[in-house]
């Protein structure tokens, strides 16, 4: 079965810093896509950005990006330049591709941007 | 254009009572997909639906069942509910069946078991 792992249910970056969330997840396929969700306290979930398992080159996505280590099954969302506006849940996801879709999403991990 | 709309918001049954929660994806969107979330944890995939063929199953009861119809609306089931059935239902919409486009979020529908 695949799972996905956030560490960190609470975290907090003051504005304008740099903030690190990390992921992990447990499969046995080798083709898959890796994704994180934010869901601000409206509660619509929206993608921030995504990340195709066969590819090496990190995604990104302006203040955004992902550091993607295959090997180690790890896949961390960095927010640049934090903005209150980025104050919410952060979801990873995983999904995989063969034998029928599936989604995957770990608990999440609530992120508050300090003025 | 309107987003994914959800109806409706909030809705509260009884132990033992069926539940129908009703999905409208986004214009030209022909995938549906559900998620079930429950308080404090990360949405659980139900089912994904694509031109009305089921695509995608969780590790869901057969008391759960969906269906779309040929506007590309959805609908998701749930009978003889339980109080573990508590929870906020969300709606997805998407171009094409594969999970890699970016899936749209309605706002859910709360439902709570007495």
């Known amino acids: 079965a695949q799972t996905v792992t956030q560490s960190q249910p609470e975290m907090s970056v003051q504005e304008a810093e740099t903030v690190t969330l990390s992921c992990t997840y447990d499969t046995s396929e080798n083709n898959y896509y890796l994704f994180w969700y934010k869901q601000p306290p409206s509660r619509q979930m929206i993608l921030v950005i995504r990340?195709?398992?066969?590819?090496?080159q990190n995604a990104t996505e302006n203040r955004f990006s992902v550091n993607f280590q295959k090997a180690a099954k790890s896949f961390s969302l960095k927010i640049s330049d934090s903005q209150l506006g980025d104050t919410a849940m952060y979801f990873c996801a995983f999904m995989k591709v063969l034998t029928g879709n599936q989604f995957y999403f770990g608990t999440g991990t609530s992120l508050t941007v300090i003025p | 254009d309107a987003g994914v709309t959800q109806s409706p918001t909030h809705l509260i049954k009884t132990r033992g009572q069926h539940v129908t929660l009703r999905c409208s994806p986004i214009s030209g969107h022909k995938s549906v997909s559900w998620y079930q979330q429950v308080l404090g944890q990360g949405p659980q995939f139900i089912f994904q639906y694509y031109e009305k063929e089921e695509r995608g199953r969780g590790n869901f009861p057969d008391r759960f069942s969906a269906r779309q119809f040929p506007n590309y609306s959805s609908e998701l089931n749930v009978n003889a509910l339980l109080l573990g059935d508590s929870a906020l239902y969300l709606c997805a919409s998407s171009w094409t069946g594969n999970f890699y486009q970016p899936q749209h979020f309605g706002d859910g529908t709360r439902l709570s078991i007495l």
């Open positions: 990340q195709e398992a066969y590819k090496q």
